[in-house]
């Protein structure tokens, strides 16, 4: 993209926002299904992605775990709606149903997890070692748990049905998931610039100053991460309908800090520069690694040091980042992208 | 909010309703005694200077009012209410803003997002994560900065402004947090001429608009002169003397420890 149109993107987000939704809107037209499958994927990828802008880059919690929310959500949803959850049946069992059930789940684990971290005052480098522990145990319990498929996972997740019908193709399931990951860019951008996200800013900048305005600033942490978990968790689920499998790689710590190098690479502390660091990460992986074996890895760490060195914030993060608000601006639009 | 005591007149003083009362506070550092048995009454809407020498026991006597310290014996009264000892965020719901010695603004922040942060604090809205600002809080906000002669920078990070615009910045933040009582610690440390006199007629307008009591730390002879009014002089941990500009300016003792040195 030459400068003077990136200027001019920059200047409008809106404007930039509907052309990446247009791509997104057309990219099926092109006909080529063995790249809508990839897509899709990547999709849901960028929706944990989004999850993880949300604790890490907004609220500033270093969490080396996030995966957990992920394949605790994918796991739900997959014993749920295949009805391998006693007491749990019928209408419950639906797919739809599961998926509520995951991100509740999940919301409900990360407000327990959250009230001792925060509330015992971890942070920093402590709060990133007992998040990469919880996700090496988590990974561990899934692989020797036999009745949740142990080391093979689970197969055979029932696909979801809208209207009657079930989603099986992969063109409708594409628009499914992409309206999902609509929804949620939506929704997180409401809460990041409503004054509740302020606070949330506020406290990642100055936790003391914060907290002497007379905010319980635990409770805030707490609330994002929560947020930030019932992301990655619904993004687990949709993983399990999209692929019709769930893994323990999916919960542990090998896919905690891919989801932190997408993020890293896309720009933490942008929404849709995280969401698109995953798609782009992706992408290379699966253009790059057929090429370069195993070289791939090298070339990604290689690329991952270059960024952290040289784009701080990440490879999106400064096109897409919220333009400074306009004194005149309409109230309700004080400080939104 | 709005059952406040009558204003109170400094010199009949028949009707002493102190908004802050310090009886005897006292606070010992090992075998130091940076606070020693201050007692002060600051009234309602009353704007009142405390100055002292370096390491006298200002910034520690704020301190004991604020919960940060627990003091070693003695008790605080705010509206009446024994306080002594409560937790920080407690205090600082009651009423009591405070404005740091290091500027405590939020860097990362645009400059209206700092004021946005205090403004919320008292709860005046659901703290909502969908919740929206009304028109009303906007302009509130717009009002505070152009108070703070800061409108224009609204959208820049605070980390871009001056030094001078941060102590304004953070007294806009503590102003948007609706204290009842402001304590400002060194607001115009490392302020030209210039922007010490505006800080002074910032605060003084300030004190004579919104009738909140402000308690104000400084070193600035000219900063003193120019806000007027009561001033308290601190030496080692005590309080020295109290009285006008005029009273203290004049007084041998108080240039012997203080003024005459600075001189
Ligand atoms: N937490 C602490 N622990 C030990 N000593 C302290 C502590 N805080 C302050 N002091 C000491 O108490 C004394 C008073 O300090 P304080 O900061 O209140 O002085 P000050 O009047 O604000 O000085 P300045 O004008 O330099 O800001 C100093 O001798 C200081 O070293
Ligand atoms: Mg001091």
């Avoid at chain 1, 419950?92 to 005052?121: C, E, H, K, N, T």
């Avoid at chain 1, 609330?223 to 692929?243: H, N």
């Amino acid at each position: 993209m030459s400068n003077a149109a990136a200027r001019t993107l920059r200047a409008h987000p809106l404007a930039l926002q509907l052309v990446i939704l247009a791509g997104f809107a057309l990219f099926p037209l092109a006909g080529d299904d063995y790249l809508v499958v990839e897509l899709t994927q990547y999709l849901v990828y960028g929706i944990f992605a989004m999850g993880l802008s949300l604790v890490w880059g907004y609220a500033g919690i270093l969490c080396f775990g996030h995966a957990v929310f992920f394949g605790l959500g994918a796991y739900v949803m997959a014993l749920v709606s295949k009805g391998m959850v006693p007491g749990i049946g019928g209408a419950l069992a639906s797919g739809w149903a599961a998926m509520a059930l995951a991100v509740a789940v999940v919301a409900l684990f990360a407000v327990l997890l959250g009230y001792f971290l925060f509330y015992g005052r971890l942070s920093g480098p402590y709060l990133g070692i007992v998040t990469l522990a919880i996700s090496v145990i988590a990974e561990r319990v899934a692989i020797k748990w036999y009745y949740i498929g142990g080391y093979n996972g689970l197969t055979g997740i029932p696909p979801l049905s809208l209207g009657g019908r079930e989603i099986i193709d992969i063109v409708p399931m594409y628009y499914l998931i992409a309206s999902f990951a609509v929804g949620v860019y939506l929704l997180c951008r409401r809460i990041v610039a409503s004054p509740f996200g302020t606070i949330v800013a506020a406290v990642r900048d100055n936790e003391d100053r914060a907290e002497f305005f007379g905010y319980n600033t635990a409770y805030y942490k707490i609330v994002i991460f929560a947020v930030g978990a019932a992301v990655a968790g619904l993004a687990g689920a949709l993983f399990a309908v999209v692929t019709e499998f769930v893994s323990p790689t999916m919960i542990g710590f090998g896919m905690s800090t891919e989801v932190l190098i997408w993020v890293a690479l896309g720009g933490k502390e942008v929404l849709l520069a995280s969401f698109l660091g995953a798609l782009l990460v992706r992408a290379m992986e699966s253009f790059l690694s057929d090429v370069l074996t195993y070289y791939w890895f090298l070339i990604l760490g290689l690329f991952f040091v270059a960024c952290v060195m040289f784009f701080p914030r990440g490879v999106f993060g400064r096109l897409l980042a919220a333009r400074p608000m306009a004194t005149g601006a309409k109230a309700g639009g004080a400080g939104e992208t | 909010m709005d059952d406040r005591p009558d204003r109170f007149v400094h010199e009949t003083g028949r009707h002493r309703v102190a908004l802050l009362e310090t009886q005897g506070i006292t606070k010992k550092f090992g075998g130091l005694t940076a606070v020693d048995h201050v007692s002060l009454k600051l009234a309602d809407a009353e704007l009142r200077c405390i100055i002292g020498p370096n390491g006298c026991g200002k910034t520690t006597l704020f301190n004991l009012i604020t919960g940060h310290y627990k003091p070693s014996g003695g008790r605080i009264l705010f509206q009446g209410r024994d306080i002594t000892g409560q937790a920080v965020h407690r205090i600082s719901r009651m009423g009591i803003g405070r404005k740091f010695q290091v500027p405590g603004v939020f860097d990362e922040l645009t400059v209206y997002e700092n004021i946005r942060v205090p403004f919320f604090s008292g709860q005046r809205q659901p703290m909502l994560m969908f919740g929206r600002m009304d028109a009303a809080a906007h302009d509130e906000i717009m009002a505070n900065l152009a108070g703070i002669d800061l409108a224009s920078k609204a959208g820049e990070p605070a980390s871009n402004l001056s030094h001078g615009q941060r102590q304004w910045l953070e007294i806009g933040m503590v102003l948007a947090s609706r204290p009842r009582l402001m304590l400002l610690d060194e607001p115009t440390a490392g302020m030209t001429v210039a922007e010490t006199r505006k800080t002074a007629r910032l605060i003084r307008r300030i004190s004579a608009q919104t009738g909140i009591s402000i308690l104000v730390i400084e070193h600035d002879i000219g900063f003193i002169r120019e806000i007027g009014g009561h001033i308290t002089v601190m030496y080692k941990g005590a309080i020295f003397r109290e009285g006008s500009y005029r009273q203290i300016q004049e007084d041998p003792a108080v240039r012997e420890i203080y003024l005459g040195r600075r001189r």
